[in-house]
C-alpha cells in the first residue's frame, strides 16, 4: 500500500529548486516568444496603472482567502498542497521567495495569459484550455491531482481577469503576490520543522 503523501520524485536541494524555477521560467519565456512570433500572436498588453494593480492585488487576496477555505474543508487537497509546498518550500530560504514570486508570475502568465488566451481565441473556450494546461503544469506526482484542480481553478481566475479588463498587468500581479503571500505564510507556520536555514 502506498503513502497517500508520498511523492513520485526525490526531494530536492534549495539549489536544485532554484535551478528548476530559473530554467522553468527561461523555457517559458522561450515557448512564449516562439508561439507568439510563429502564431503571429498579439500578446496582451501589460498597463502600469494604479487600477491594474489594485485589481491584481485583489485577486490575490481573494485567492488566498479562497484557498485558505478550500485548505480546510478538503482533505485530500490539504494533504495534495503540504506535500506540494514541502517539496518546493522547505529548501528554500526566505530570501528566496523574492524569486518564487517573481519567476512563475512572470513567465507563466506571459505564457498562459499573455500568448495562449489570445492565440486560442481570447474567449470562454480558450480560458477554460489555457487554464487546464496551467494546472497540469503544477503537477508533480500522481497523487497531486487535488492541487492540479486548484491551479487550474486559480488559472481560470487570472485568465478570468485578463479577459475582464484587458490588462496582463492584472493576473500578473495577482500571480506574484499570490505565490508571495501563499509561499511566506506556509514557511512561517512550518518554521518549527525547516530544516534549512
Known amino acids: 500500500m502506498t503513502n497517500p503523501n ?11 529548486i532554484l535551478v528548476v524555477m530559473g530554467v522553468t521560467a527561461i523555457i517559458l519565456l522561450i515557448v512564449a516568444k516562439i508561439w507568439q512570433y510563429f502564431g503571429s500572436v498579439a500578446l496582451i498588453k501589460i498597463q502600469f496603472s494604479p487600477d491594474g494593480l489594485l485589481y491584481g492585488a485583489a485577486l490575490a487576496g481573494i485567492i488566498i482567502v479562497a484557498s485558505s477555505i478550500v485548505y480546510r474543508l478538503w482533505p485530500a487537497y490539504r494533504q495534495s498542497a503540504d506535500a506540494y509546498l514541502q517539496l518546493v518550500l ?17 513567465s507563466e502568465e506571459l505564457l498562459f495569459r499573455g ?3 489570445p492565440a486560442l481565441g481570447y474567449d470562454f473556450f480558450a480560458l477554460i484550455l489555457s487554464s487546464l494546461v496551467f494546472g497540469v503544469l503544477h503537477l508533480s506526482g500522481s497523487q497531486q491531482w487535488p492541487y492540479v484542480v486548484w491551479a487550474t481553478i486559480v488559472g481560470f481566475a487570472l485568465g478570468y481577469s485578463a479577459l475582464m479588463t484587458d490588462n496582463l498587468l492584472v493576473p500578473i500581479t495577482a500571480h506574484i503576490i499570490t505565490n508571495w503571500m501563499s509561499s511566506g505564510l506556509w514557511k512561517f507556520n512550518n518554521r518549527n520543522s525547516d530544516v534549512t536555514s
Do not use: A, H, I, Y
Open 90 to 106: 522547505k529548501p528554500l530560504v526566505w530570501p528566496d521567495l523574492l524569486w518564487l514570486g517573481l519567476l512563475p508570475g512572470l
Open 6 to 16: 508520498s511523492f513520485d520524485m526525490e526531494p530536492l536541494t534549495r539549489t536544485q
Open 115 to 117: 500568448v495562449m488566451l
